[in-house]
């Protein structure tokens, strides 16, 4: 099993480009890490990785043993899949992210049911709204908001999530109410943008008569969490484009305000992502399946009560 293990964080080392990233992914310190490289380097007889103190890249020799040990992992997680679709036992580590927003309110509620039901089943529930590349960060299943890109990961539909732009009644009354997408960026509102490396939120696509457009919006705000945008248009500070079940009881309640309603925004999908296996890991299929018929259950209800207040 330790040559396994050795295996295992060289290929996170690989993927992953640094011996402490790789070394937290697997929850080892970095000197146990780097012990395994070492262990590996001289079974093989061959340096698998060039150091310095400022990088860290595969020598010819590391790239080729990555192909083949990247076969062996899948191959022994094959197996091990396939032995507990027979025991029914799911037993192990789920490794799970999902948006700010879609995770707090919908996917870490949902954990202790999922927990009760599967008692040797473990969950890690990381939290972001920057783009997730599932592969790379070692995860089984991600939620998602919008159109992913990768397509050698499956998609598990959920449901189609409305969105609108808002803002506060103080800053339409300092600033006016835009109806459409032209004269949010004619009289140069405030706009309150997600962004973080790969986003394309500075620019908005919204739905008009003659189609989808995509407007150059601006603004004096930007950050990578949504919420923090959404106390942001609460506070006044501009027009924040959000998901409807984000901000339906803010709505409801006359904080935000919808506008530029002639031109709203396109709806996104709110799905999963998991990875193409021949034998998916029972623990993440059960995930899967446990935590899609009830988030959507949940979404539906909560879009159908906000419509009626």
Known sequence: MSYFENIRTFVRVYELGS?????????ISPAVASSRISQLENHLNVRLFQRTTRS?????????????????????????????????NPRGTLYIAAPLGVGRRYIAPLLPAF????????????????????TQEGLDVAFFLGTPEDSNLKI??????????????????????????????????DCLILRFP??????????????????????????????????????????VLKPHFEVAHHLAEGRLVPVATETPPLPVQLGLLYAHRRHQDPKSRLFIDFMAERVKALFQENQDSSRDT
């Open 19 to 27: 011996m402490s990233a790789a070394a937290r992914d697997q929850r």
């Open 115 to 134: 927990k009760k039901e599967y008692p040797l089943v473990d969950v890690r529930l990381r939290l972001s709204d920057r783009r997730i590349d599932v």
């Open 198 to 239: 790969g986003a394309t939120e500075f620019q908005w696509q919204l739905q008009t008569p003659e189609g989808t457009k995509r407007y150059a919006i601006s603004g004096p705000f930007e950050t990578d969490d949504g919420d923090v945008l959404t106390n942001w248009a609460l506070e006044g500070q501009g027009i």
């Open 156 to 189: 598990r539909k959920i449901a189609d999530c409305e969105r609108l732009l808002c803002a506060s009644p103080d800053y339409i009354r300092a600033r006016g109410l835009p109806t459409n997408g032209a004269e949010l960026v004619g009289q140069k509102h």
């Open 56 to 88: 860290l890249n595969a020598t010819e020799q590391g790239q080729i043993f990555y192909e083949g040990a990247q076969r062996v992992i899948e191959a022994v997680e094959d197996a091990e899949a396939a032995i507990s679709d027979v025991t029914s």
